[in-house]
């Protein structure tokens, strides 16, 4: 008679399955709970102990690691010498494994846990099974995902074994799922450990959404979410409407939401390509809106649009107007969603702006490795302001500054962003020097340049930035400082009498 050795946390379809097992002419060795579930429905079960001879001990931490059990997981039936050890030493095969893990992620994840209750629900003899039955995986099914039972059940059914293939699918499916335990193990770990640069660092994602393609058709792509990620995240977030998102929609809503969490009041954001093209904040949200699509109305269209309030009925009546791709917020009222999702392919995502919002560290792959760093979550609150010219910034200028540093720490190196107290007036991206992002955010900005603020990501490195600023309209300008040559950015400041404010912080972005 074949073994099968069962103990799972997760008891979801056990009793079918192990029902069918028996069908199948097996005998179930079992453990503590899992046994006792079986036992309680009917099924003919041997304890662990009469295989290994040994008490469970230690509350459970000692029952399966024995060489009665790794014995019969891991002896090759095809090696006599195996045979023979098994033979002498009065041990039985064991045919299939069926183990699921202590939770430990779920245990983590709650508010107020503490380190004793999440070790104690590291799991130790499961992964060990397991492991053990996935390197024997040619003579020993090993099965972790309660998906997998009915897929199992049948080629017992149908050719009295599973096949060669598939058992070698599931072992690969068993050393991915203890891999992916054992690395939010080790971050949890070393978090506790408060240890900043690990030697090693071993990540961990479950997919989420197989894409239609990358960043363009001919790459494939995939969607991973990180368990236990921050709630505030397109990862996380709750599709009410539309089509399938695409990868450059997901980069672009993330790109979004970045931005739009720094902002208390009402505020929208609109991006494209990663990039902000327009901005605005109001007493309501209908009037961020209407601020946003005034800054930049032909490049908002087909983009993406993040909302820090609840969508309103004449919020969505001006939303509908455009296309766009993706409208993120908390929420839809019931009247906005009717109206929105009157337009088949929009996409409308809900997201949580309540709960906690981890910092997680960003992470970007580069060939053969991986840069980890912090976020760029650093604000104009913890920044060590001087004002090095004559003149100071009156209060409208003061407010359009911090919008305009609110924003430009999002936007793609070299970067500068022309503002005004509610609604950003132009941008420049991603340009290869200072002058050549200014020159269009302000031929952008137009007219709006007059009285208004600009902002730059890192310093300028010669006054031209701040001629140009000025022969514009511009009367205030908000950068880091820091050059060599700051005394010039200075006087061409004070003989235009621009209010020029240092923040002695960079926000570069790549």
Known sequence: MKRALISVSDKTGIIEFSKGLKEAGFEIVSTGGTKKTLADNGIEVI???????????????????HPNVHGGLLAKRNDNDHLAQLAEHHIQPIDLVCVNLYPFQQTIAKPDVTPEEAIENIDIGGPTMLRSAAKNHEFVTVIVDPADYEAVLTQLAENGDVTKQKKRQLAAKVFRHTAAYDAVISEYMTQLAEEENPESLTLTYNLKQSLRYGENPHQHASFYQKPLGS??????????????????????????????????QPAAVAVKHMNPCGVGVGDTLAEAFKKAYEADSTSIFGGIIALNREVDLETATMLREIFLEIIIAPSFTDEALEVLTAKKNIRLLTVDFVGERKNERKTTSILGGLLVQDLDTYGLDEATITIPTKREPSEEEWAALKLGWKVVKHVKSNAIVVSGEKMTFGIGAGQMNRVGAANIALAQAGEKATGAALASDAFFPMDDTVEAAAKAGITAIIQPGGSVRDEDSIKKADEYGIAMVFTGVRHFKH
Not at 49 to 62: A, H, N, W
Not at 243 to 261: G, H, P, Q, T
């Open 47 to 65: 304890g662990i102990e009469e295989v290994t001879k040994f008490p469970e001990i230690m509350d459970g931490r000692v029952k399966t690691l």
């Open 231 to 264: 709630k505030f995240s397109v990862a996380y977030s709750n599709q009410l409407h539309g089509k399938e998102l695409s990868y450059n929609n997901i980069n672009d809503a993330d790109a979004a939401l970045l931005i739009v969490r720094d902002f208390d």
